[in-house]
């Protein structure tokens, strides 16, 4: 059957929470609850992680090769802008992966509109608020489904 992981990094336990004009007031479990309900809709397995920690999510990406997971949807949040290191273990398991971001990083501060991560996506979706999300499992669902 096939796989979707959602991954998530730092902060993004606080949504909801935390500046609502640019990241909305759903939460992370409303997100998720929403990508699972999608992803099982289509007749596959859907796992996520948010982590605060780049380890945790550099472990879980090494452990998706192993779970076969088919794609994954990945929300690097700040570690987008930083995180060499998640990107060398993305590139090592060789999953195809669709990045996304509640904001539009281009409409931000300069530092957020370099993402060592956009060159190697098989996706960018971002700027839409929690239907990022919606837009990503979607694109994913159909990636994996053609033939």
Known sequence: MPHILLLQGPNLNLLGQRETSIYGDIDLNSINNAAKAQVEQADMQFSSLQSNSESELIQRIHQAKVDKVSLIVFNPAA????????????????????????????????????????????AVIAGCGADSYRYAIDAAIKYIQKP
């Open 79 to 122: 570690f987008t802008h930083t995180s060499v290191a998640l990107r060398d273990a993305l590139l090592a398991v060789a999953i195809p992966f669709i990045e996304v971001h509640l904001s539009n990083p281009h409409t931000r501060e300069n530092f957020r509109r370099h993402s060592y991560f956009s060159d190697k996506a098989l």
